[in-house]
């Protein structure tokens, strides 16, 4: 199952990547896959903006803007004024 | 209260003073307490309430030099199975949930290795009913119920938690190993380097699913992509359902609420037509969508739901004698934009059970379907109340 195109806030810098691989492990969705020494995005859309590697990469070669995919989240988020967040 | 190494501990309020390992209350040697501790420990913070040792679940316990470890069953009992159940229908989702402190599967020792987990005890028991013939710990973190994933993204489930558990439960005592085995899922709240740093314990994440545990820990630690992706089968989705029809059930009972009362005043032309007709839409978007996900077309949840709201509608109407509606036009047209937009919400607000979307994608076509969903609410709610004034003063329905 895929979402939508083209949405996601995922940035990787492979200048700052070590290799570590640390990504690869906490990836839930595969978005990661190694490429050389380093890894590349190999799927972007499948992207969830989880958070998990950019929090577990030692080296801030990974910047994504975290959140929770939940509309219910979203609404209260708005009617409250605070960020979208899960009940 | 947990005993020390030695089982003699007097306990003044919440602190105790550890006797040191040969069981005499020796006031002036300190050094001799058999663990290298010192005298005075905060009890609150180490050990478990002794009440939990009382829980159902916990069989045994573990000496340690930290005290004694309940020891936990990997069979469910009935009443596990039946409190899994009422989450799912929402009853006392909010507070299921066990003591955080650490826990013993099995007969560890300090070479076990240590799984973390959340407090959620529908998570706790996924966990230890895997675990049947193995010897290791459980570290319990505090997540207020909540299951590891959402309490990783909540934060709840992080770094600075586990930092602090580790301490609490003086987790460098009881084993002489120095790694911490963390559901991947928890990755999205936990920086493993920042623990590594702050309590240098090594953090591996293990698998996403607890049935899995057993064979990672075969395979030498480690994860094979299968174990480390997340999925949404038919299964997962269907379990997910009945909250989602708990959760709309109040608007729904204030739908039919004001219905009844239009009725009552007699103002109102409602009847069973229009009510499994709502129901329809509700079931569609909430539970027949969901299940039917990867196959209804459209990316957007609430485009899905569109669709297969559209589908009930026109069924609906077929049903009702379309194309020469017993209901008239005005209500034809009114359902045939309501139940769609119904549905569309109600699949919407399914992206947050859902293991792949982006809050960047819900944005996205939030900005579209809401407007969307709204106005058609609208628009349909208007020719509803036409309809009902035309028939309450003795109009004809075109």
Request: charged share 15%; glycine share 10%; aromatic share 10%.
């Amino acid at each position: 199952m895929k979402y939508l195109k083209n949405v996601v806030t995922l940035q990787y810098d492979s200048t700052k990547c070590t290799g570590c691989g640390r990504c690869l492990e906490v990836c839930p969705h595969r978005v990661f896959q190694p490429e050389g020494k380093k890894v590349k995005i190999a799927d972007r859309d499948a992207c969830m903006e989880c958070g998990a590697c950019a929090r577990n990469c030692a080296f801030d070669a990974i910047e994504v803007t975290e959140g929770v995919g939940c509309a219910a989240a979203v609404i209260i988020g708005f009617f409250t004024g605070t960020e979208p967040t899960c009940g | 209260m947990a005993s020390t190494c030695c089982g003699g501990t007097t306990t003044v309020g919440r602190r105790a003073k550890q006797s040191n390992c040969c069981g005499e209350d020796s006031k002036n040697e300190k050094s001799s307490s058999c663990c290298g501790q010192d005298v005075e420990t905060d009890v609150s913070a180490i050990a478990h309430d002794p009440a939990v040792f009382e829980h159902p679940y916990v069989i045994g316990n573990i000496a340690t030099p930290v005290g004694d470890i309940p020891q936990v069953a990997t069979k469910l009992s009935f009443a596990d199975t039946l409190g899994s159940w009422k989450c799912r229908w929402s009853i006392g989702r909010m507070n299921y949930m066990v003591d955080p402190g650490l826990y013993a599967v099995g007969q560890p020792d300090e070479t076990s290795p240590v799984l973390v987990t959340a407090n959620y005890k529908m998570t706790f028991d996924r966990l230890r009913e895997q675990l049947d013939g193995l010897n290791l710990w459980i570290l319990v973190l505090d997540t207020d119920g909540v299951n590891v994933w959402c309490a990783a993204g909540k934060g709840t489930f992080g770094t600075d938690e586990l930092v602090r558990r580790v301490s609490a439960v003086r987790l460098s005592d009881v084993v002489s190993h120095r790694t911490l085995i963390l559901p991947q899922l928890g990755a999205v709240g936990v920086a493993a380097h920042e623990v590594t740093k702050q309590t240098k314990f090594r953090v591996v994440y293990g698998p996403v699913r607890a049935k899995d545990v057993p064979a990672f820990l075969v395979n030498g630690m480690q994860t094979t992509e299968e174990m480390r992706t997340v999925r949404f089968t038919f299964r997962d989705r269907a379990v997910l359902t009945p909250m989602e029809l708990v959760g709309a059930m109040t608007p729904i009972l204030i739908t039919f609420g004001i219905l009844f009362i239009l009725n009552a005043v007699g103002f109102g032309h409602y009847g069973w037509v229009d009510l499994y007709g709502i129901l329809g839409a509700i079931f569609v978007g909430a539970v027949l969508t969901p299940m039917l996900l990867p196959w209804v077309p459209g990316r957007a949840f609430s485009l899905k739901g569109a669709i297969l709201g559209l589908v009930w509608a026109v069924g609906f109407l077929l049903l009702n004698g379309f194309p020469d509606p017993a209901f008239g036009w005005l209500k034809a047209v009114a359902y045939f934009l309501l139940l769609p937009a119904l549905s569309s919400f109600l699949t919407m607000n399914f992206t947050g059970s859902s293991t792949y979307t982006s809050l960047s994608g819900v944005d996205r076509e939030m900005r579209f379907a809401v407007p969307a969903q709204l106005s058609t609410a609208v628009v349909s709610i208007l020719l509803l109340l036409v309809s009902d004034a035309i028939l309450t003063f003795g109009g004809k329905l075109v």
